[in-house]
């Protein structure tokens, strides 16, 4: 089993994307259904966090980081299997560019 370690940007990205499906779309039942998934994928990552392969892109990639679905959103993570640890570093809207956004980040 590994631990789930959250960076400080993904509960903002969390936060946001809470706040837009409950206030911008006013859907406050799908934001719960959202939130719901959200922990789904977390148990998964937890029981085996190598379901999905490394991104495509090969900077992102060279850097172990890989990413999950949740709906419309990427949930973005890196494994460190020395220490059985799954690091959460962020959770973006997909059609997001979020692969120049995750460069210029790291």
Do not use: C
Not at 62 to 86: A, C, F, W
Not at 92 to 100: G, K, P
């Amino acid at each position: 089993m590994f631990k789930l370690i959250f960076s400080g940007k993904i509960y903002n990205d969390i936060a946001s994307s809470m706040n837009y499906i409950t206030n911008t779309l006013n859907a406050p039942m799908a934001a719960r259904t959202h939130l719901d998934e959200l922990y789904k994928k977390y148990a998964k990552l937890k029981e085996n966090p190598f379901i999905r392969p490394l991104v495509q892109n090969k900077f992102l990639a060279s850097k172990g980081l890989r990413s999950i679905m949740v709906k419309n959103y990427r949930l973005i993570y890196k494994i460190d299997k020395e220490n059985n640890t799954v690091y959460l570093y962020r959770f973006m809207y997909s059609r997001r560019d979020w692969v120049t956004i995750l460069t210029n980040e790291i």
